[in-house]
Protein backbone atom coordinates (compact mmCIF):
# COMPACT_ATOMS: atom_id res chain seq x y z
CA UNK A 1 0.00 0.00 0.00
CA UNK A 2 2.80 2.64 1.13
CA UNK A 3 4.75 1.58 -2.28
CA UNK A 4 1.39 2.70 -4.41
CA UNK A 5 1.63 5.77 -2.40
CA UNK A 6 5.56 6.72 -2.78
CA UNK A 7 5.32 5.81 -6.90
CA UNK A 8 2.11 8.35 -7.27
CA UNK A 9 4.10 10.48 -5.21
CA UNK A 10 7.09 10.90 -7.16
CA UNK A 11 5.14 10.40 -10.32
CA UNK A 12 3.91 13.29 -9.53
CA UNK A 13 7.27 15.17 -9.75
CA UNK A 14 9.06 13.57 -12.00
CA UNK A 15 6.12 14.37 -14.70
CA UNK A 16 4.37 17.00 -13.37
CA UNK A 17 4.85 19.99 -16.13
CA UNK A 18 5.87 23.11 -14.60
CA UNK A 19 3.63 25.61 -16.06
CA UNK A 20 3.52 29.70 -16.27
CA UNK A 21 0.23 31.69 -15.84
CA UNK A 22 -2.38 31.12 -19.20
CA UNK A 23 -4.84 34.04 -18.24
CA UNK A 24 -5.11 37.27 -16.51
CA UNK A 25 -8.11 37.80 -14.83
CA UNK A 26 -8.66 42.21 -14.74
CA UNK A 27 -10.67 43.53 -11.92
CA UNK A 28 -12.46 46.51 -11.38
CA UNK A 29 -15.22 47.11 -9.32
CA UNK A 30 -17.89 45.20 -10.97
CA UNK A 31 -16.22 44.81 -13.97
CA UNK A 32 -14.17 41.87 -14.85
CA UNK A 33 -12.59 40.58 -18.08
CA UNK A 34 -10.37 37.84 -18.50
CA UNK A 35 -7.76 37.26 -21.54
CA UNK A 36 -5.70 35.19 -22.73
CA UNK A 37 -1.36 35.52 -22.25
CA UNK A 38 -1.19 33.84 -25.60
CA UNK A 39 -3.18 36.37 -26.82
CA UNK A 40 -0.96 39.38 -26.00
CA UNK A 41 2.03 37.00 -27.30
CA UNK A 42 0.07 37.54 -30.75
CA UNK A 43 -0.33 40.93 -30.33
CA UNK A 44 3.37 41.97 -29.35
CA UNK A 45 4.47 39.61 -32.61
CA UNK A 46 2.31 40.87 -34.85
CA UNK A 47 1.33 44.29 -33.96
CA UNK A 48 -2.36 43.44 -34.69
CA UNK A 49 -4.87 42.88 -31.62
CA UNK A 50 -7.36 40.11 -31.66
CA UNK A 51 -11.04 40.96 -31.56
CA UNK A 52 -11.34 40.54 -28.31
CA UNK A 53 -8.00 42.13 -27.11
CA UNK A 54 -9.43 44.89 -29.12
CA UNK A 55 -12.91 45.40 -27.14
CA UNK A 56 -10.56 45.32 -23.96
CA UNK A 57 -8.46 47.88 -25.21
CA UNK A 58 -11.74 49.80 -25.63
CA UNK A 59 -13.59 48.78 -22.64
CA UNK A 60 -10.13 49.87 -20.55
CA UNK A 61 -9.84 53.28 -21.89
CA UNK A 62 -6.31 52.29 -23.34
CA UNK A 63 -4.38 52.81 -26.59
CA UNK A 64 -2.79 50.00 -28.59
CA UNK A 65 0.70 51.73 -29.09
CA UNK A 66 0.67 52.04 -24.99
CA UNK A 67 -0.06 48.50 -24.65
CA UNK A 68 2.66 47.55 -27.30
CA UNK A 69 5.01 49.87 -25.43
CA UNK A 70 4.56 47.90 -21.90
CA UNK A 71 4.42 44.51 -23.28
CA UNK A 72 7.72 45.08 -25.17
CA UNK A 73 9.57 46.79 -22.15
CA UNK A 74 12.47 45.51 -20.96
CA UNK A 75 14.91 45.78 -18.31
CA UNK A 76 17.74 44.01 -16.56
CA UNK A 77 17.13 42.06 -13.32
CA UNK A 78 20.49 40.59 -12.83
CA UNK A 79 19.27 37.79 -10.42
CA UNK A 80 21.57 37.74 -6.56
CA UNK A 81 21.03 41.81 -6.59
CA UNK A 82 17.24 41.31 -7.01
CA UNK A 83 17.18 38.22 -4.75
CA UNK A 84 18.88 40.23 -2.07
CA UNK A 85 17.03 43.07 -2.36
CA UNK A 86 13.27 41.20 -2.60
CA UNK A 87 14.26 39.62 0.79
CA UNK A 88 14.77 42.48 2.68
CA UNK A 89 12.82 44.58 4.54
CA UNK A 90 12.24 46.99 2.00
CA UNK A 91 11.85 44.28 -0.56
CA UNK A 92 9.19 42.97 1.56
CA UNK A 93 7.28 46.13 1.75
CA UNK A 94 7.39 46.75 -1.95
CA UNK A 95 5.97 43.38 -2.71
CA UNK A 96 3.36 43.63 -0.46
CA UNK A 97 2.03 46.62 -2.19
CA UNK A 98 2.50 44.93 -5.77
CA UNK A 99 0.84 41.79 -4.02
CA UNK A 100 -2.08 44.45 -3.41
CA UNK A 101 -2.41 44.95 -7.43
CA UNK A 102 -1.21 41.54 -8.64
CA UNK A 103 -1.96 37.85 -7.37
CA UNK A 104 -3.30 34.59 -8.39
CA UNK A 105 -7.04 34.48 -8.80
CA UNK A 106 -9.35 34.31 -5.78
CA UNK A 107 -6.30 33.84 -3.51
CA UNK A 108 -6.09 36.81 -1.50
CA UNK A 109 -3.42 36.03 0.65
CA UNK A 110 -0.28 38.32 0.91
CA UNK A 111 2.44 35.90 1.66
CA UNK A 112 1.42 33.56 -1.47
CA UNK A 113 1.03 36.73 -3.34
CA UNK A 114 4.79 37.60 -2.22
CA UNK A 115 6.01 34.33 -3.01
CA UNK A 116 4.61 34.16 -6.51
CA UNK A 117 5.40 37.30 -7.45
CA UNK A 118 9.10 36.76 -6.30
CA UNK A 119 8.96 33.74 -8.24
CA UNK A 120 7.90 35.08 -11.27
CA UNK A 121 10.78 37.95 -11.13
CA UNK A 122 13.57 35.34 -10.64
CA UNK A 123 12.37 32.70 -12.94
CA UNK A 124 11.85 35.67 -15.93
CA UNK A 125 15.14 36.66 -15.19
CA UNK A 126 17.05 33.34 -14.93
CA UNK A 127 15.04 31.98 -18.31
CA UNK A 128 15.53 35.09 -20.09
CA UNK A 129 19.48 36.41 -19.16
CA UNK A 130 18.63 38.41 -16.54
CA UNK A 131 16.01 40.56 -18.45
CA UNK A 132 12.74 40.48 -17.51
CA UNK A 133 9.53 42.10 -19.43
CA UNK A 134 5.97 41.97 -18.70
CA UNK A 135 5.04 38.50 -20.83
CA UNK A 136 8.13 36.61 -19.76
CA UNK A 137 7.11 38.06 -15.90
CA UNK A 138 3.57 36.11 -16.48
CA UNK A 139 5.23 33.20 -18.09
CA UNK A 140 7.11 32.28 -15.38
CA UNK A 141 4.17 33.18 -12.70
CA UNK A 142 3.78 30.64 -10.41
CA UNK A 143 -0.08 30.56 -11.12
CA UNK A 144 -2.39 29.25 -13.71
CA UNK A 145 -4.54 32.38 -13.70
CA UNK A 146 -3.36 36.26 -12.68
CA UNK A 147 -5.85 38.84 -11.22
CA UNK A 148 -5.08 42.26 -11.80
CA UNK A 149 -6.71 44.77 -9.70
CA UNK A 150 -7.00 47.57 -12.21
CA UNK A 151 -8.29 50.12 -9.02
CA UNK A 152 -5.36 49.18 -6.96
CA UNK A 153 -3.16 49.66 -9.94
CA UNK A 154 -4.39 53.38 -11.27
CA UNK A 155 -4.48 54.26 -7.56
CA UNK A 156 -0.18 53.44 -7.46
CA UNK A 157 -0.13 55.22 -10.70
CA UNK A 158 -1.47 58.16 -9.49
CA UNK A 159 0.97 58.39 -6.23
CA UNK A 160 3.89 57.48 -8.79
CA UNK A 161 2.60 60.37 -10.65
CA UNK A 162 2.24 62.83 -8.13
CA UNK A 163 5.92 61.84 -6.59
CA UNK A 164 6.97 61.87 -9.95
CA UNK A 165 5.71 65.61 -10.34
CA UNK A 166 6.60 66.29 -6.83
CA UNK A 167 10.21 65.50 -7.72
CA UNK A 168 10.08 67.76 -10.76
CA UNK A 169 8.68 70.45 -8.99
CA UNK A 170 11.59 70.29 -6.31
CA UNK A 171 14.33 69.90 -8.94
CA UNK A 172 13.48 72.56 -11.29
CA UNK A 173 11.89 75.17 -8.54
CA UNK A 174 13.41 78.23 -8.29
CA UNK A 175 14.61 77.28 -4.77
CA UNK A 176 17.29 75.61 -6.63
CA UNK A 177 20.02 77.78 -4.98
CA UNK A 178 18.33 77.23 -1.89
CA UNK A 179 18.68 73.32 -2.25
CA UNK A 180 22.27 73.54 -3.11
CA UNK A 181 23.12 75.74 -0.62
CA UNK A 182 24.59 78.43 -2.79
CA UNK A 183 22.18 80.96 -1.91
CA UNK A 184 23.89 83.82 0.26
CA UNK A 185 20.58 83.58 2.60
Known amino acids: MKIKYIILFISLFLFSSSRG ?8 GTFNRKIEIEELHKFKDTNKPSKKLKNLIKVTNQEEEKLLKVLSYS ?9 RLMNSKIGEVFLGRLSKIIHPNKILSDKISIKAIRSGIILSSYNNN ?7 FFKAYPNKNIAINLNALSKTLEKVESLKELIDFYSNSPFKKLKD ?4 I
Open 181 to 184: GSSS
Open 21 to 28: AETIFLYK
Open 130 to 136: QKINLLT
Open 75 to 83: IDVPIVASS
